[in-house]
């Protein structure tokens, strides 16, 4: 299921065509009644909407010779003089208008529950994307192809129901009246004017396309700048980086500017165009016309109608070129949606996967390999027991392979080689919601949501009561630090928990994890960022958080974990040693002389004290 292979920065976009079949069954849905009546009655509006616009130039023309005093037609038979006929064409103009409101009106809710469907749609997706995955992206460039891709949905729709085919529909009227009322060489030179209309517009259009796709891509990479600048507020302060952020951001800005004038440039060229073609054949069309008003073949309404319906039909052929240059930035922009969507899940649930039933929490690695490229192995045969209820430490320098132990304890990833099982179930085999239910996991550095502090210790389990969020803040002994806080539980956190020092962050994690109870806690180095006394204040709460549960610490500081079942001495992806602390002492190898060396250290800095 890897794909490592594909650019998590550029997930390949799906074409114009997969885009509208992805979004047309949102039109009409499987099962929701409502849906498809608001569409049935739009298209009902629509059609009232257009046979009313294309019959108000008849009225117009009738009011214009009634007045110039030339032979009487449909007048004649609907007995009104020319105030009657003008009230009727003005009725005539306004029902148009309510139709066509009254058609957006319906609709407008299919369009929002298509883009409130998709928005989750994506939203999910992303969550299920493998750890490989997020751990490469770019937060600024997918939140701005999510929030493109979303905007278009509803006015794709819009395109598909309510705008190409009544625009053809409009035009083939006109057409089909010319012929009949005019002669056909009328009728020609508004199919000629409307398809080089159409043509040029095409054209033009694809061309812009290109021009505008950069134009995003700069945009992207932009706002992915600025926003990855303020995320690193802190660092971008402790190098005094100001100038080389703003400078970074600038130089992305400039490659957008450039292109943004590109893209302002051909517009003006395609509207231009537009201008031109769609004048020339309105200008013809009335000259002809006046030589038939000049012949006596045609009445000056007659030649009123004609000017009304060029006029009418230039209207939407405007719109059609606003519209084409929208849909098919639209198509780009949920194109780029799609193919995030089609971006697979390297990690899935199998078929027949099964509930994580968790006895005691024993833990097996079974010759467990791993490597997150073939190329470089990570873990080259793990083979290690973690008896219920016991508590392990994993140690080794960096890159030996104990983080990623952790990772692929909670399925972030699956192992290459060998197997993992929780009381005899291979992880792979039962499913990651339950897998993730029965393991808690405190990392080095907790990260906050910018909400209050309820929210955040909540968060371990949503639907515990207030008393369950503090009976673990006082677990984690951070109850009266919050009671003290000027709003209590509902102090807003800040941006990642910014507002709250190291240790404070880490007893909130710590309570969230305590509330969720789960019977495998994980701690990532929990203690390793924090300063000596306030280590040991929260190791204390994390020895208290691990009993009655089966313990895996991943640990640096070696006094930490003195006290463990069992400690694991890793090196290189293999384990070096294994024992308690004091028989890894006694034998005297890589454990005893790290321990050595962390104890100058520790006896140093408290010296230097």
């Known amino acids: 299921m890897s794909n490592s292979s594909t650019d ?80 009727a064409y003005g009725l005539a ?10 058609r957006d009106a319906v609709f407008v809710r299919v369009g929002q529950r298509a883009m409130r469907k998709l928005a989750l749609e994506t939203f999910e997706h992303i969550h299920r994307l493998s750890m490989r995955y997020h751990i490469t992206r770019r937060t600024g460039g997918l939140s701005r192809v999510i929030e493109r891709g979303v905007k278009g949905v509803d006015f794709l729709l819009r395109f598909l129901l309510l705008s190409i085919g009544p625009l053809i529909l409009e035009l083939t009227m006109v057409a089909v009246i010319f012929a009949v009322v005019f002669g056909w060489t009328y009728s020609a030179v508004v199919v000629t004017t409307v398809a080089l209309y159409v043509l040029f517009t095409f054209r033009v259009t694809e061309w812009r396309v290109q021009i505008r796709r950069e134009m ?134 199998r078929p027949d996967a099964a509930e994580l039933k968790v006895a005691g929490g024993a833990i097996v690695f079974d010759d467990v390999r791993f490597a997150y490229e073939p190329s470089r192995p990570i873990l080259k045969g793990i083979s290690l027991e973690v008896g219920a209820g ?19 304890l909670f ?42 502090v309820y929210y955040n210790i909540a968060y371990g389990r949503p639907g515990a009561t207030r008393e369950e969020v503090e009976a673990a803040a006082r677990a984690a002994k951070i109850h009266d630090f919050i009671l003290s806080l000027p709003e209590g539980y509902e102090t807003t956190v800040g941006e990642r928990g910014l507002k709250l020092s190291g240790g404070e962050k880490q007893r909130v994690g710590i309570a969230r994890t305590l509330l969720k109870d789960p019977p495998i806690l994980v701690l990532d180095e929990a203690t390793s960022a924090l300063d000596t006394q306030t280590e040991r204040d929260i190791q204390e709460s994390l020895r208290e ?49 790290m321990w050595a060396r962390q104890s100058a250290e520790e006896e140093e800095a408290l010296a230097a004290e």
């Open 411 to 452: 399925r972030f990833y699956d192992v290459t080689g060998g197997a993992i099982r929780i009381d005899g179930q291979d992880l792979r085999e039962v499913t990651q919601e339950s897998l993730h239910r029965a393991i808690g996991v405190v990392p080095q550095d907790t990260v906050l949501f910018n909400d209050t």
């Open 216 to 349: 995003n891509d700069q945009d992207t990479d932009a706002n992915q700048k600025a926003i990855d600048s303020l995320l690193n507020y802190e660092t971008v302060k402790y190098f005094g980086a100001e100038g080389w952020e703003a400078a970074r951001y600038d130089r992305a800005m400039q490659r957008y500017e450039v292109a943004a004038v590109r893209t302002g440039l051909s517009l003006s060229f395609l509207n231009a165009g537009q201008a031109f073609i769609i004048t020339t054949g309105l200008v013809i069309v009335m000259v002809m016309a006046a030589f038939g008003v000049e012949a006596k073949t045609l009445t000056v309404g007659d030649f009123v109608m004609v000017n009304a319906y060029m006029i009418q039909i230039t209207m939407p052929l405007g719109f059609l070129g606003t519209v084409y240059r929208e849909i098919r930035q639209s198509l780009v922009d949920m194109g780029e949606m799609f193919g995030l969507l089609s971006q697979p899940a390297e990690i899935v649930d």
């Open 8 to 87: 998590p920065h550029a997930p390949q976009a799906a074409s114009g065509w997969q885009t509208i079949r992805r979004v047309a069954p949102y039109l009409w849905p499987e099962g929701e009644t409502w849906v498809k009546r608001r569409v049935v009655m739009s298209l009902l509006f629509l059609l009232a909407a257009k046979v009313i616009s294309v019959s108000t130039p008849f009225l117009y023309k009738e009011a214009v010779d009634a007045l110039a005093g030339d032979a009487p037609g449909v007048a004649t038979f609907l007995a009104l003089g020319a105030v009657g006929l003008t009230v």
């Open 545 to 593: 958080m691990g009993q009655g549960r089966t313990v895996v610490t991943i640990a640096h500081r070696l006094s930490t974990i003195a006290d463990s079942d069992l400690i694991v001495v890793m090196e290189e992806g293999r384990i070096l040693e294994r024992g308690t602390h004091e028989a890894l002492l006694e034998a005297g190898g890589r454990y005893a002389a």
């Open 93 to 102: 103009r306004l029902g148009g208008v309510l139709f066509g409101e009254l």
């Open 390 to 408: 016991q508590r392990v430490a994993l140690v080794g320098h960096s890159g030996s392979g104990k983080s990623t132990i952790g990772r692929l």
